[in-house]
């Protein structure tokens, strides 16, 4: 069975298509990374128009490799009979995400799904996100996949969350952030260093020139009598102590050498100069820290052997290496996706779709985005 999958929450237009639950057979991708760049961030209004651009060239792709190429018919006509001879679901993200950038997404589903009257499947985004850990391209046959209960750290420009997956479909939110998210953190960073957007990747490339214990970041102390709080992160304090070191005293910021840019953090604390490569790579240390520690501890409540990672800071190099090392410090088994399915993407929609098509679990055509849905 195979499904046509679009995501278009935040600033990608995504398309792919699945088959047999875990197989990716076609998978495009639209990044709209350049038209924002010039804003720091994701401008809304010019993402939705931008998803409206890019979606019918965006299915074409999905489906181009799988025609045959001596076809006589019309381009229109081989997509057309594509979709309807072998596409068995139409899947998209419902939500959470950015209101405008979803309403195409789902139009255009619900568009296929009408004309060609196959089923429409409504995917929450961070349960695709979780999906993206079950894809297997098809040269990947012996992969090794997860097996349920897990616990899942969701870390990504919107949502830092820890989801306790029991079995399929069952999922129980323990731990999220308070204020900003990881990504975020690593964005408003970045922007405010003057690095540009995306922050994290970005963030990463400096750092990795940086020395990561040269100085510490203070940890919150989420203050709570509540148990239930314990796995929550806070990240906004990191933003402001980089912010700190940005306002006091640059001491050679006439430099345009970035290893030459210092920053100089003038408070309560004795006052030290630091480069750009060492401030980037202590707060990409606390950051990592942050995440691991909660996501261990996490495990260990919910008595599980298996921590997956998933979302785009999930891609950091230093959050992998340091959660697998605390992984295999406590005996935990440890999964996080390919860099190129951390990030938004429609495989992973696909994957979770899968499923939902297996026990006939379909939206009708009222189905409506939502820009904040729980899971
Ligand atoms: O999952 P995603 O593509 O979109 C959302 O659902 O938000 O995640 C995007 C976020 C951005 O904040 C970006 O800075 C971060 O993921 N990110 C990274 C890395 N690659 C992407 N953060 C840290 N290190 C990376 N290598
Ligand atoms: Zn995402």
Redesign the pocket.
């Known amino acids: 069975m195979k499904i046509l999958a679009i995501e278009s929450?935040?600033d990608?237009t995504a398309t792919a298509i699945i088959e047999n639950q875990h197989y990716l057979i076609s998978n495009s991708i639209s990044s709209q990374i350049k038209i924002h760049q010039k804003y720091g961030g994701v401008v809304p209004e010019l993402a939705s128009r931008n998803h409206l651009y890019a979606i019918i060239p965006l299915l074409e792709d999905a489906i181009k490799p799988l025609i045959k190429e001596d076809s006589k018919t019309s381009k229109a006509e081989d997509y057309a009979k594509y979709i309807s001879e072998n596409i068995d679901a139409i899947a998209v993200t419902k939500g959470p995400?950015l209101m405008g950038s979803l309403l195409v997404g789902v139009m255009a589903a619900k568009t296929l799904a009408m004309v060609f009257k196959k089923p429409l499947i409504g995917v929450h985004?961070i349960e695709g996100?979780i999906f993206a850990n079950f894809l297997k391209e098809k040269t990947e046959e012996n992969k090794t996949l997860p097996s349920y209960p897990f616990v899942c750290l969701v870390v990504?420009?919107?949502?830092t969350d820890l989801v306790y997956v029991e079995k399929e479909s069952q999922y129980t939110y323990i731990g999220r952030t308070r204020d900003d998210?990881?990504?975020?953190c690593?964005?408003k960073a970045a922007r405010y260093l003057g690095l540009g957007y995306?922050?994290?990747?970005i963030?990463?490339k400096v750092a990795q020139k940086g020395n990561p214990y040269f100085l510490k970041f203070p940890k919150v102390n989420l203050r709570s009598n509540q148990e239930d709080c314990d796995l929550d992160f806070s990240f906004s304090g990191l933003k402001t102590e980089v912010t700190m070191y940005k306002e006091k005293l640059p001491i050679n910021a006439s430099s345009s050498s970035d290893k030459d840019r210092f920053f100089s953090r003038a408070g309560k604390r004795a006052v030290k100069n630091i480069s750009l490569p060492d401030l980037t790579a202590c707060l990409q240390e606390s950051i990592v820290n942050i995440l691991v520690d909660n996501t261990v501890k996490a495990a260990k409540k919910c008595k599980t052997n298996t921590i997956l990672m998933a979302?785009?800071?999930s891609?950091?190099?230093r959050?992998r290496e340091v959660m697998a090392s605390k992984c295999h410090e406590n005996n935990l088994k440890l999964f996080y996706p390919p860099i190129k399915y951390?990030?938004?993407n429609a495989a992973m929609i696909a994957a979770a779709a899968y499923p939902k098509l297996l026990k006939k679990s379909f939206d009708d055509f009222n189905l409506t985005p939502a820009s904040r849905i729980n899971l």
Do not use: K, M, Q
């Open positions: 929450s935040c990608e995400g985004h996100h990504s420009g919107g949502h998210a990881a990504g975020e690593f964005d995306p922050g994290g990747p963030i990463e979302g785009g800071v891609a950091n190099r959050l951390c990030t938004d």
